[in-house]
């Protein structure tokens, strides 16, 4: 049990937050596809992209980390051996589904498997598709989630209109597509994140894309590079939110990724009413990234849905926390895919805001909000889920009293020292 305490602090400074871990987790998978050496700056030494590096490991890439620089000697995804153990991505859906559509169209055989919070995530959204392919997929149960054994095989091109839109999928589907006879499509109804995308045309693919469509040839070998992974604008979330909802607060990130896939948060900050600027350091076809400032101000509430949704995905748990403290009724819509994620997150995120005495209630695809309230502090669950963990920290900024988290350890999957950010940035002595 971990007890936050940071009553009416208002957060100012600077921070670098952690590396992107969905650049991360891309950066070590296309290092191990691409034959020869790789080097990653700025990787997240989160667990979630931890066990990603074990995994390559054990198909037989030499991986080697220095905190958050990363070597990968790989022969090539042709020259990958079978592990002689499952491979377990751990919490992380992001390794799993992006490792089932790349291990589909390899020479391996292996076991796939995680821990029980991802051993009851929904697979079939990638393994169905997948097996268009002509993938191979075996488990000794109906349920059609982890452990699934991959039998790696030749596969044949698709094109594919995706039901959700969800970056796992579509990255999944292109990584068997580099694999397979012909050219692979995807299609989504809403733009999901494109860091696949951006880095396979960095190791020299031809990834085609126009409007909600990509695509990709089969059969193009990968050239290794030198990756820069910026700061994860999901966890400068965290404190973005802080610093919108305290008065007083003025806090300023550095190197922070603003891939415009990602970055609805900045937008709805922006219509609640929070003083937010930024500076772009670097654009086109690479991953672009700068310097966000982000000033306390007076918030109201707002309506969050449809093609925003996937912007922020990972961010609503803590925009729920904002909305208690915003004039009027924010209403989350279209994100029913939160009540799949590490946790059903429309239930955790209700549950534990309500034992703050949040005006909150969950919809079957989203949420409704009303502020603001003046919350109470008291002891909260992370449901084993980092998002839920750190939103629990950051509530107790506006909570009269201490917020207690049980099992807030899970914040290491995506945001090591979040802690330790937390206590610089606020101004009593911890
Ligand atoms: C991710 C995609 C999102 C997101 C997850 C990371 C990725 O999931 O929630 O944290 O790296 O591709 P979906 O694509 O399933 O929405």
New binding site residues.
């Given amino acids: 049990m971990i007890t936050a305490s940071y009553e009416g602090d208002a957060l100012k400074g600077t921070i670098r937050v952690p590396g992107d ?3 991360s ?2 950066a070590v998978m296309l290092g191990a596809i691409a034959k020869g050496t790789t080097t990653i700056s700025g990787f997240l030494a989160g667990e979630d992209c931890l066990s990603t590096i074990r995994i390559f490991s054990q198909l037989g890439v030499d991986i080697e980390r220095i905190g958050t620089d990363v070597t990968v000697k790989s022969p090539g995804i042709t020259g990958w051996k079978n592990p002689v153990e499952a491979l377990d991505a751990g919490n992380s ?2 390794t799993a ?2 490792l089932l559509g790349i291990l589909a169209g390899s020479n391996v055989t292996a076991e796939v498997t995680g821990d029980r919070y991802l051993c009851k995530r929904p697979m079939r ?1 990638v393994t169905t598709p997948l097996k268009e392919m002509d993938a191979r997929f075996e488990s000794d149960h109906e349920t059609g989630t982890l452990p699934l054994t991959v039998k790696g095989t030749q596969l044949k091109e698709m094109s594919y209109n995706m039901p ?8 999944a589907i292109l990584f068997a597509g580099l694999s397979a006879q012909g050219t692979t499509t995807v299609t989504e109804k809403a733009v ?2 494109d ?2 995308e951006r880095m396979l045309r960095q190791f020299g693919a031809n990834v085609q894309s126009e409007a909600t469509s990509v695509s990709i040839v089969g059969g193009q070998s990968l050239q290794a590079c030198d990756v820069k992974v910026p700061g994860d604008i ?1 966890s400068a979330a965290f404190f973005m939110c802080a610093a919108a909802m305290v008065s007083g607060s003025s806090l300023t990130f550095q190197d922070v990724g603003l891939n415009p896939t990602r970055t609805g948060i900045i937008d709805v900050l922006e219509d609640m009413g929070a003083k937010v600027s930024i500076k772009e350091t670097v654009g086109g076809e690479g991953e672009p990234y700068g310097e966000l400032t982000v000033q306390s101000s007076d918030l109201r509430g707002v309506e969050i849905s449809g093609s925003l949704i ?1 912007r922020l ?2 961010e609503l748990p803590v925009i729920a926390l904002l909305a208690t403290q915003a004039t009027g009724t924010t209403i989350i819509k279209d994100a029913e ?1 939160l009540r ?2 590490e946790t059903d997150r429309i239930e955790a995120v209700c549950s534990e805001l309500r034992k703050l005495g949040a005006s909150i209630e969950p919809t079957p695809d989203g949420m409704r909000i009303t502020g603001p309230t003046k919350l109470k502090g008291t002891i909260l669950s992370s449901h084993g889920d980092h998002r839920l963990g750190m939103m629990a920290a950051i509530a107790s900024l506006v909570t009269e009293g201490p917020v207690q988290i049980e099992d807030a350890s899970c914040i290491n999957v ?1 945001y090591p020292g979040f802690f330790d950010h937390l206590n610089s940035l606020t101004q009593s002595k911890h």
């Fill in positions: 871990k969905s650049i987790h891309r859906g992001t589904r992006l959204r959700i839109a969800s970056a796992q999928v579509k990255s999901s994140r860091h696949t999901s996937p995905i990972d895919e799949v994620k995506s």
